[in-house]
């Protein structure tokens, strides 16, 4: 045991190299604004991330009601089609980009380090690097929203291409404005920002695990983390080539997909599915992990299955690499290639249905309690159903392409986002909220605020299946009234503003619970997974002792066997205290400063061509220099970062495990 | 305890009769669901009108009782597990954990995952005879498919009859051009080659056939055939830009010896209206502009009586209007060459050669304007004319595209200035004289 924590790398001794250039000196703040914008700390960065989210989620969910609110009579006149575009254009973009996949991230960040037994992520610095870079990247996607309220920002407004940004729309000929030139920069920041904080998972969970946490052991949210994380680094790069492409097209004058110099708008296709239907996965894996933790814990029974739903989840990434064509049956690939399409798409739909009978497996026999959280799992399983069955309607090719572009493929991925991904995601802030802020969200508004969900969930988008039967074509404005479109647009949008209640009621729930909700302790849920074995909110340091797993669900052993526990903690601190203590990195500058160099140097790298004004006069030819003093920023950030030394101190801890002292070499 | 079981008994059994009933209308509805639903508008995937989008539909239909099946024995065992281990206690609340995780059950798993894949099974085989079906006219019915071509455009579609060659003023020969309207005999296979000009469209009648996109550098191409002579509705399917919900058109199947007329009429040069065919004394143009006052007025598509049934409002429209008022038309004809409409419009036999608008050789037989977008009486054109883009933003003939200059133009600020500029009197002539090239 003593050996096995000699050997893990935040207990031993002699690392951490003597003090090294640094330009700025080491934030020690742990609260206020320094604090957070210089942590490092896995927890914060998690709740930053959540909280950026949230934040994109509601915007996303403001102009899905903008939209709903247009489409709610025919021949309405309530927006126009350019604002309209946008708007949908965003809310794609934001759902996708800003909101599930953040929120993801906020619950890796939070949950990872924790479940795996470790007291951060492998690279702390890199973590915070990851999150900033990502608000840099959201920030450039919306900057051109501020020319509707500014109209000398003249951007032309939001990126209107869809989130899809098929070519040759996105060509300087038919968007010759510079909100193409923002989407294109802004997605490759927030692809920059995936990739680095999926390498940092990666090495966490492989390397960081507690003695005895041996993969057949993790717990499944850390299983599909990890299957997310290899998807994103391997799906990232296709849609980064394509997008710099896309930059060197309408900067540079070459011609991968302009049509006029021979180029292949289909190619644009194919390396943005071979990142857009990993994507899908990547949104509904961690999700799968959400349920699969939260259904053992509320029927008091282990997962059924465990080692079958670990393997579906990563057949499901592997296959997934192989239906990207399933969104292009309409763009003529031909039979073949779209035969082979259809039937690697039916197979998907095996593994994804292994898992649902599974957790249907686990409820099988269990004490099933009602919980808030287990409302949204269950909610969970019934709408991700009903979204993979027309998801095997669209996989019968010829019948899709009548689907294609229709409502119905609206709800169809509205099924399987809101229904599965958002039902999941809210069933995981209720779960975890006591654990991260220490009090407890009131199970009346909760359950309030899920059956306002679910059923303005249900009236939103059941209809939408038969208006796209019914020939609705999606992304339009604008339709006539003798269509039969009418009434299921009406019923649409009032149950969108139904839905848009239920979302505000929870998270003003949250906000109340945040100040007012009753205090908890360590396990208010009787859980199963490492978090809940340690204080609500956790400390700093995470664990007093790393832990020593013995079984599956980590936790609920631990509690069957407390005096074998005890024995092996008080022996795990005193070896970790012989070692020095608990060591614990500095916070840094630098990741910030990098973060937001880059977002200043592809704010004007976006505007490259274009003449630098300020207040009417011109003050330089082209955005060039200021393009590269940003970019100079974060190699100058990056380089510094390295001469900084990850620095850190040690917490010594009494024996009741309370932090008695903090020190060491602390510079 | 007893009680609370019994409720839970009336529950399940509410929820498996609410499921049987569900499954009992949708076998007995079989390809009547959208009657049941009232799912019967004119761009309805239900209501085929012809073989591929029958093929299509038999398939969807295929896939829902599969999915309806599957659906109705998962979700009766998951409610099942739900009602049936519902904690019902405190004591059920906190019962002890089972003390190893479960490994699940190897013949249940094995045996649930080779029924999903024979499910599978079962929509792939329909699946792989529609993918070639759809794909291309059937072998014993090529020889007398016709072909034509379908190009996108932002936002309006030109229609090309390959087979149809038309002698060109200056020599040589064109296919017969027509815009937004593709009419085509009933019965007959129709072959339509797929192309764009700018972005990628799609091309999609839903009562006739699913959608195939018109890919720049890619030769694609749909099939079709109307079973009877009808009106169909069509859209543009892809997201094209700012106008893209107002892409439209439509397809028109007459009968054999109707298209052939129709097919006789459109290779006739622009008509010509002079005094003699005119009625003599023609009273000055009777055109109502009550309805511009109105908002409603400017709403899209057609009036209830054309909804009603558009095959015969477009048959009433290939006939020339009763009375014409042959010096209006004139002063339409002066002004379409005036106000520079010809250089992006032709009208063959007339004046203008242009092509980045549609050829309105034979405008006045046509059922609608503006990609499908108004029903074409005097009032919507009129409409059309004055403030296009009111019905279709961004578009060429309001914007100029290209060098060439639409309504607007630029001005040397960076902003823009008017151009072209109509009044009602001027637009009256010019909605007379397009009316009459039927």
């Known amino acids: ?667 | 305890m007893t009680r609370t079981r019994s409720a839970h008994r009336k529950v399940l059994r509410f929820a498996i009769a609410l499921i049987a009933g569900f499954s009992l209308a949708l076998s007995s509805g079989c390809n009547k669901l959208h009657q049941v639903f009232s799912l019967s508008g004119p761009q309805s995937t239900m209501v085929t009108e012809g073989p591929v989008a029958k093929s299509q539909w038999d398939l969807f239909m295929v896939t829902v009782y599969v999915t309806t099946f599957i659906f109705i024995v998962v979700g009766a065992v998951l409610a099942y597990a739900q009602i049936k281990f519902r904690a019902k206690s405190d004591a059920d609340e906190h019962a002890a954990v089972p003390a190893e995780a479960g490994h699940g059950n190897p013949f249940v798993e094995i045996g649930l995952i080779a029924g999903s894949v024979a499910l599978l099974v079962i929509i792939a085989i329909p699946t792989l005879s529609g993918i070639w079906y759809t794909h291309d006219v059937p072998e014993a019915e090529r020889g007398n498919a016709i072909d034509v071509t379908a190009t996108g455009y932002q936002w309006w579609f030109k229609f090309d009859y390959n087979a149809e060659m038309m002698p060109l003023p200056g020599g040589g020969e064109a296919a017969l051009v027509t815009g937004n309207e593709l009419v085509v005999p009933a019965g007959t296979p129709v072959r339509v080659h797929l192309r764009t000009i700018d972005v990628i469209h799609s091309f999609w009648i839903p009562k006739l056939a699913g959608k195939v996109d018109m890919m720049p550098n890619r030769p694609n191409f749909v099939w079709f055939k109307a079973d009877k002579p009808g009106y169909y509705y069509g859209q543009c399917a892809e997201y094209c830009g700012e106008s893209h919900a107002i892409m439209r058109f439509r397809v028109i199947a007459l009968s054999a010896a109707d298209y052939v007329k129709w097919l006789a009429n459109q290779k006739q040069p622009a008509r010509t209206v002079t005094v003699q065919t005119a009625a003599a004394d023609a009273a000055l143009p009777h055109v109502q502009f009550a309805s511009l006052t109105l908002n409603d007025g400017r709403a899209f598509g057609g009036s209830p009586g054309f909804d009603a049934d558009p095959l015969t409002a477009w048959r009433k429209i290939q006939q020339p209007a009763a009375s014409e008022n042959a010096s209006l038309i004139a002063a339409g004809r002066k002004l379409f060459k005036d106000k520079t409409c010809v250089s992006c419009h032709t009208i063959r036999g007339h004046d203008g050669a242009g092509i980045v608008g549609p050829d309105l050789t034979h405008i006045g037989a046509r059922s609608s304007v503006a990609a499908g977008a108004l029903e074409n009486t005097p009032e919507r054109l009129h409409q059309w004319i004055k403030d296009p883009e009111y019905f279709k933003p961004g578009n060429k003939m309001f914007h100029g595209f290209g060098g060439m200059q639409g309504y607007m133009k630029p001005d040397d600020k960076g902003g823009t200035v008017p151009n072209i500029v109509l009044n009602d009197q001027e637009i009256d002539a010019l909605v007379a004289y397009l009316h009459s090239l039927k």
């Not at chain 1, 190299?17 to 330009?23: D, G, H, M, T, V």
């Not at chain 1, 997008?243 to 292949?264: P, Y």
């Not at chain 1, 400063?593 to 004004?613: D, E, S």
């Not at chain 1, 620095?647 to 010594?652: A, D, L, T, V």
Request: hydrophobic share 50%; charged share 10%.
């Open chain 1, 1 to 667: 045991m003593a050996e096995a924590l000699a050997k893990s790398e935040f207990t031993g001794t002699g690392h951490a190299p003597a003090k090294s250039f640094e330009l700025f000196a080491r934030p020690t703040a742990k609260t206020g604004l320094v604090g957070w914008l210089t942590t490092v700390d896995h927890k914060k960065i998690g709740m930053l991330y959540g909280g950026f989210a949230i934040l994109f989620f509601l915007i996303g969910g403001l102009e899905a009601l903008l939209i709903r609110t247009q489409l709610i009579v025919p021949n309405n006149r309530f927006i126009s089609a350019q604002l309209y575009n946008e708007l949908f254009t965003m809310h794609g973009t934001t759902m996708i980009f800003l909101a599930v996949m953040p929120l993801n991230a906020a619950f890796f960040n939070l949950l990872v380090p924790i479940q795996v037994g470790a007291r951060d992520v492998a690279f702390p610095r890199l973590n915070a690097f990851s999150l900033w870079v990502w608000v840099a990247g959201a920030t450039l996607l919306n900057v051109g929203w501020i020319s509707h309220l500014v109209p000398s920002w003249n951007f032309g407004g939001a990126p209107d291409v869809g989130w899809f940004g098929y070519s040759p729309l996105t060509s300087k000929v038919f968007t010759p404005d510079l909100s193409t030139d923002f989407w294109v920069l802004g997605i490759q920041m927030l692809g920059l920002s995936s990739i680095v904080a999926s390498l940092n998972f990666i090495v966490t969970i492989i390397n960081m695990r507690a003695p005895g946490l041996t993969m057949m052991r993790l717990p499944v949210f850390t299983w599909m983390a990890l299957v997310t994380s290899f998807l994103l680094i391997l799906a990232l790069p296709a849609i980064a080539i394509a997008l710099v492409e896309v930059m060197f097209d309408r900067n540079f004058g070459t011609n991968f997909f302009e049509v006029s110099g021979g180029g292949q708008p289909i190619l644009w296709q194919h390396l943005f599915w071979v990142f857009g239907h990993p994507e899908v996965y990547i949104l509904i894996l961690p999700p799968m992990g959400y349920v699969s933790e939260i259904l053992p814990t509320f029927s008091r029974k282990p997962l059924f299955g465990y080692p079958i739903v670990i393997f579906s989840g990563v057949a499901i990434g592997f296959i997934g690499f192989g239906v990207w064509s399933h969104h292009m049956f309409t763009t003529g690939l031909g039979t073949v290639a779209t035969a082979a399409f259809a039937i690697a798409t039916m197979a998907i739909a095996v593994p994804t249905g292994v898992k649902i009978f599974n957790w249907i497996g686990t409820l099988w026999g269990g004490h099933i309690v009602t919980r808030v959280p287990m409302m949204f799992a269950l909610g969970f399983i019934w709408m991700f159903m009903l979204g993979g069955f027309s998801g095997i309607m669209h996989a019968a090719a010829p019948a899709d392409a009548q689907q294609q572009d229709s409502y119905f493929v609206i709800a169809h991925f509205h099924y399987v986002l809101i229904g599965g991904a958002t039902f999941a995601l809210l069933a995981a802030i209720h779960f975890w909220f006591p654990k991260f802020f220490g009090r407890m969200v009131p199970e009346f508004w909760g359950k309030v605020s899920f059956w306002l969900i679910f059923v303005g969930f249900n009236c939103t988008f059941f209809p939408m299946h038969f208006l796209g039967l019914n020939g609705m074509p999606r992304r339009t404005w604008i339709y006539d009234s003798n269509m039969g479109w009418n009434e299921g647009n009406l019923f649409a949008t009032i149950g969108a503003y139904l839905l848009g209640l239920g979302i505000f009621t929870y998270f003003a729930v949250l906000v109340y619970s945040f100040f007012k909700g009753q205090k908890c302790g360590n396990d208010p849920w009787d859980a199963r997974t490492l978090e809940w074995s340690i204080p609500s909110p956790p400390p700093e340091h995470n664990f007093a002792a790393i832990p020593q797993v013995h079984a599956r669900d980590a936790w609920w052993y631990e509690k069957t066997h407390q005096e074998e526990i005890a024995k092996e903690k008080a022996a795990n601190i005193k070896a970790e205290e012989a070692h020095g203590g608990i060591h614990i990195p500095d916070q840094s500058w630098y990741p910030i400063i990098a973060g937001m160099g880059l977002l200043f140097g592809t704010y004007n790298l976006a505007q490259l061509k274009h003449p630098v004004v300020m207040f009417g006069n011109q003050v330089l030819g082209s955005h060039a220099p200021l393009a590269i003093a940003g970019l100079s920023i974060v190699v100058l950030a990056c380089y510094l970062w390295s001469l900084e030394g990850p620095g850190g101190y040690h917490i010594h801890l009494d024996a009741d495990g309370n932090a008695k002292e903090s020190g060491g070499y602390h510079h």
